[in-house]
């Protein structure tokens, strides 16, 4: 099975307010910055948390795309509408998109 993938590039910029973006980072990265508004379930607890990911359309991130390509497939797996973002946080930053921490201050990707 392929994993369904976006580039940071084919991502809409503002992104739609019915996307749920999935971030699957450990709580240190998550603090560190993230997508503003994103669900924030540890790869490491998403099969005793799947409940949490709200319906629709999902993007899943991590900060390389590694972690967030197991979560996409589960969730995929699971009937979920999910979309592993390839190059992860690191890829999304480096095209320039906005990364914030939970003060609002610009982020970083650890």
């Known amino acids: 099975m392929s994993i369904p993938t976006a580039a940071p590039e084919g991502v809409p910029d503002p992104l739609p307010e019915s996307l749920v973006v999935l971030d699957v980072r450990e709580d240190d990265e998550w603090e560190a910055g993230r997508l503003e508004g994103s669900v924030h379930i540890p790869l490491r607890e998403l099969g005793d948390r799947v409940a949490e990911v ?24 699971q009937g ?9 946080l ?13 003060d609002g201050r610009p982020g970083r990707v650890v």
């Open 54 to 77: 709200p319906t629709g359309q999902v993007l899943v991130v991590c900060r390389s795309g590694h972690r967030s390509a197991y979560a996409t497939s589960y969730l995929v797996d």
């Open 80 to 88: 979920y509408d999910a979309v592993n973002l390839a190059g992860g």
């Open 90 to 102: 690191t890829a999304w930053h480096a095209a320039g998109r906005a990364i914030t921490t939970p």
